[in-house]
DNA sequence: ACAAAAGTGTTAAGGATACACCCATGA
DNA sequence: TCATGGGTGTATCCTTAACACTTTTGT
């Protein structure tokens, strides 16, 4: 047993700033007798992440071989960094992707997102999150009939060109749920109304 | 530097045969230098593989880093080895999770099926792997539609219960595609017909 | 009154399951 | 001609994007 290849483990971590995504990188070798959420949380303050879930592992440039995590911050939670625009690095590309797919099937925009937020700001976050333009009125419908958005009491008041106060909201779950069963060929589900 | 966690390669591979969903797991441990993919075909015969993919990284009970693929054999290739029926392994049940998530959103049927075959053989192929019954009649629109099957010449004969000829069929693609774009909330693609 | 922002009602389109019915073959 | 397996046509349901219209605020 030569003392082979290295392993190290990656923290992709993403979050909405601004309107932008931004990313930050960090890795550490992963010590001796050491787990992998271990290492993780070397690599990074875990207690930041809303969410975080591997991703893969692959042979680096170094010849390294790293598990690569994917880690999310919400809006209104600070963790400081070498914070970039979620650029062409190939492994902020493959976090992105993975992102991007799980904001449509699944409740990831909680870790996102503050505690409690407008339509509206909800919107901007998965505009810059997905990359593409998403209209409040179906984000805000797709999301409360599926469950994954709670009513809270009260309004925001408006800035100062007016308008209506916006509801505000929240997620219904801080923990990941696959809120869109993609299970195409399945028999068709009776009572499968929310059960919440 | 101690010569800290070992690390292995498993893949679990996964056929259906008989109507049952069968898996097959073998490991062998990183050579130092090497390859995730160079270890994976020496664990098993990458050449009978239709397809693989990487599952995760994971930490096994007796101490090595694992890092585990799915591979997926078709019913007219053969591979021998312990082919046991899909059962509780924790590593065979995640990749069986895998398997059924690909088979409604991917063409990751081509590599479970024979290289032609009628829709009832295709069904029982699908039944085995998902669990639960499908409709003939759905499981061919679904994929036609998607441009995932072709008609090929010629049509099965009728056993000798008789019965209406089947026609054949093939996958149109021998690599894994992502057919059902689950992108909710995307602007509406107007000329978004298979363009093959 | 008017502009601006938020929210609701309604329409339309597409995908998928279910089911009734027609087709082709062997005995 | 009847049983059997295969295939097509059609109806219905559900989800969701689009858009017009109403509501509520500030100036």
Known sequence: MVDSTRHSVVAVVLRVRDGRLE???????LGSG?????ALSRAVDVGALAHHEQL???LLADGTLATVY???????????????????DELVVAA???LRAKLSYTNAGFALAPAVFTISELREIYVA?????VAATNLQRVLVRRGVLE???GVRA??????????????ASSSLEVTDQFAVLAPRRPGSRASA
Request: no cysteine; net charge negative; glycine share 14%.
């Open 23 to 29: 990313s930050l990188v960090r890795g550490v070798p």
């Open 34 to 38: 050491e787990t992998l959420e271990e």
């Open 56 to 58: 893969e592992t692959r």
């Open 70 to 88: 994917l880690g999310l911050v919400p809006a209104d939670r600070d963790l400081d960094g070498d914070w970039r625009p979620a650029g062409s």
């Open 96 to 98: 992105t992707a993975r």
């Open 129 to 133: 999150a997905l990359g593409h333009d």
């Open 151 to 153: 009513r809270v009491e």
């Open 158 to 171: 408006p800035g100062r060109a007016g308008g209506r106060p916006a509801a505000l909201f929240r997620f």
